[in-house]
């Protein structure tokens, strides 16, 4: 799986993800302060699987209608890097083969595969 991590996720999610034999681009690392309709574009042309905290994504996936790869919206009472990288690893433990072009809602709690119309 490839994944494209939003700078609001964060570097050591990046990092993290490596370490497990995911590839990676970091927005944080590799082109900080890009444009959301860039990254979700990026996303979708190379074949990458989006990580984000910003939901304006599900406006760009469900009200402006771009075509994405699968996004991962992190809805996280506690936003460090350790509890991100938590609900991470139990997402993948449990849904990995479920990802590719979903979207996919994340809490400490729950996960929420959304609707959406193609």
């Known amino acids: 799986m490839r994944f494209l991590v939003d700078e609001c996720a964060g570097p050591a999610v990046a990092r993290w993800l490596r370490t497990q ?12 302060g890009a444009e959301d309709d860039v990254l979700i574009a990026k996303a979708y042309a190379e074949d990458w699987i989006l990580i984000t905290a910003d939901k304006d994504f599900g406006a760009k996936v469900y009200r402006e209608r771009h075509p994405h790869r ?3 919206l992190l809805r996280l009472e506690d936003e ?5 990288i938590g609900v991470l690893r139990q997402l993948l433990e449990r849904y990995a083969a479920e990802l ?11 996960v929420r595969f959304a609707r959406t119309s193609r």
Not at 80 to 84: L, S
Not at 100 to 110: I, W
């Open 21 to 32: 034999g995911y590839e990676v681009f970091s927005v944080y690392d590799e082109a900080r």
């Open 70 to 72: 699968g996004v991962v």
């Open 80 to 84: 460090r890097a350790v509890n991100k």
């Open 100 to 110: 590719a072009n979903q979207f996919v809602v994340v809490t400490e709690s729950q």
